[in-house]
Each structure stands twice: as C-alpha cells, then as structure tokens.
C-alpha cells in the first residue's frame, strides 16, 4: 500500500507542475519568445535572458500568485479532510459548518474597525493584525460548532450543519452591517474578502503561509491512522491506543490557524473542502492514509486549475475565485446531501 501511495504522490505532484509551468504562460500578458529553459534561467540571472517586463510579470506577478494558489489550495483541502474525519461526516467543511464565515467576519471587522484599535496593539503585530483576527474568528467558530453539536462524545450531523447555518447568516449581518457603514476605499476590501481572490499574492504572504502550513502538516497530515480509527468511533479508538482528544485538540486548532490564514490573504474561497475528500474517496474509499496526503496535493490542483481559468476566462478582467469554485462545489454538495439524507 506505501508503494501504491508513493506512485499516487508523485503522480499528483506532476501533474501539479506540469499546471504550475501551463498557468505561468497563461494570462493577458504575453511573453516574449523564450524556452521554459531559458526562461527559468534568466529569472535567476540578470543577465538580459529575458526582459524586465517579463521579469516583473513572472517574479511579482505570475509566480507569487501561482505559489499561495498552492498553498491555500492545499491548506483547505486538508483542512476539509482532517474535520471530515473528526465529524466523521462528509458535510463538514470549513465553509460549511462557518468556520471560513468567522474568520471572514473578524477580519471584516479588522478592515472596517481596525483604525479604531490599532493603537491599542503593538506595532510589532500591526501587519499581522488581519491575520491575526481571522484566525481568531475561525477558532472560536470552530470551537462553537464542536461545543454545539457535540454531546458524550457524538456529534449530531444534523446540528453541527444548523450551526453552521446560523453562524454564517448571524456573519453576513454583521458583515451587510459593516459594509453599510464603511468608507470607499474599505468597501472595495470588502468585497475582495467576500468573493476571494489571489491577486494581493505577494513572496511575504506566501512565506507566512508557508510557514503555517508546514508547521500545521507536522501535526496533521500522519493522522490518517488515527481518523481512520475515529471513523469507527472515539471508544474504539482509544482501546486501540489513539490519544483522541490530543488529536482532536490539534486539528480543531491548525484547521482554524490555515483556514484563518487563507481568509485573511485571499477572502472567502469555499468548497474546496468539500470537493477535493468527496473525489477522493470515490477513488479510495474512507481510507485516510491516502486520502490525508493525496488531499494535500490534489487541493492545489483544484485551486490552481480554478485560479487559472479566473483570470483567462473574461480578460483583461478576472471572475473571482470563491464564485467558480461555488460552481463547482454547490452540485457535488447537493449529491452529498441526496446520497446521506437516509443515515442524516
């Protein structure tokens, strides 16, 4: 099974670079003549290989926003995976049960009210203050869902998504609130935020991002034997040796911590979630060891592949992210919906 795993990686993988190398070249701008060869190399040498506009676009551009689609696809997609198998439900998404809507909340709130309490902060957390709040927002939703919906260590589906229902709608009051009341300049921000967006990708965001999303996998991406001994429930697992409230702890706080982030860098991006574990498990069953990693990779290449079209479909101008992956995502929710309405 490792080898099978292996062979699955590493195909995902190149399939991820060979979307990498095609989104480079795609887009409004067109490069001068160059071979992918000399066009790397003249990236990393200024040697006039290539010209300073084709610089530019690719070093400021092209790749900082092909890098956090990779990142924030796979820190979705895996945050989907891990609460999935937490909630032992295919449902339970950051989007979903308004994890992503509490974090898209309070980093509203930063955008709008933010002025008004900064001078109350260190400065030293000023340029971090909106990623800050989002993860702030995303934690204390997540803890809200679980404390909601679970009881004797049972998580009722049924309420987990009432939960989330409400918390969204009780966000986008606040949010319709705030939207009313902000400035010019705030509302454009706010719009970015609730339709998502990668184009404020720049190399300092996607190495905070980075640096989260390493430090959250160190925890998170070898569970896979662990959820798929929660799958049969939270006695048995421990009678199997799994510290089960350690792990849950873990995933409830790097689940906030990357969905959070990517709230705050990109706006509201949903579904991806929920598409990348539904695929997978066609494939692999409700087998974790596979679908823990495989989720990792596979949700880059859904958000690349959407970021991709978003910005060629309509050019010069670009549709937003969080609508095409809706388009995508709303249909596979509703099978989901269709094919569990007997156990829910």
Not at 188 to 197: A, P
Not at 203 to 231: E, H, P
């Amino acid at each position: 099974m490792q080898n099978k795993l292996s062979i699955y990686l590493l195909f995902s993988l190149l399939l991820l670079a060979v979307l990498a190398v095609v989104s480079l070249y795609m887009g409004v701008y067109v490069f001068e003549k160059h071979s992918l060869a000399e066009t790397i190399k003249g990236i990393w040498a200024a040697d006039g290989t290539i010209s300073e506009s084709d610089r530019f676009v690719l070093m400021d551009l092209r790749l900082p926003r092909i890098s956090m689609a990779i990142l924030i696809g796979s820190a979705l997609a895996v945050s989907g995976t891990c609460l999935q198998g937490m909630f032992k439900n295919p449902l339970a998404t950051p989007d979903l049960i308004g994890i992503t809507s509490g974090a898209s909340l309070f980093a509203a709130l930063t955008i709008v009210l933010g002025s008004s309490f900064k001078q109350y902060i260190p400065e030293a957390f000023h340029y971090s203050l909106l990623s800050i709040m989002a993860f702030i927002g995303a934690l204390i939703t997540m803890i809200m869902v679980y404390r909601i919906s679970t009881s004797n260590g049972k998580t009722n589906v049924v309420i987990m998504l009432l939960s989330g229902v409400a918390i969204t709608a009780l966000g986008f009051a606040i949010t319709g609130f705030l939207i009313y009341i902000s400035k010019e300049e705030q509302l454009r921000d706010l719009t970015f935020w609730n339709l998502g967006s990668l184009s404020g990708a720049t190399w300092t965001k996607n190495a905070i991002l980075a640096t989260i999303v390493i430090v959250s996998y160190m925890f998170l991406i070898n569970r896979g034997k662990a959820l798929n001994a929660m799958m049969l429930g939270e006695r048995d697992a421990r009678h199997l040796g799994i510290p089960v409230e350690r792990i849950k702890k873990q995933i409830v706080l790097f689940t906030a911590l990357m969905v959070g982030t990517s709230v705050a860098f990109a706006g509201n991006i949903g579904f991806v979630g929920l598409i990348v574990p539904y695929i997978l498990r066609l494939i692999f069953k409700s087998n974790y060891n596979v679908i823990l990693p495989m989720s990792a990779i596979l949700g880059s290449v859904l958000l690349l592949a959407a970021d991709t079209v978003s910005r060629t479909i309509a050019p010069p101008s670009e549709v937003p992210i969080g609508i095409l992956t809706a388009f995508m995502g709303a249909p596979i929710f509703i099978i989901i919906l269709i094919r569990s309405r007997k156990s829910m």
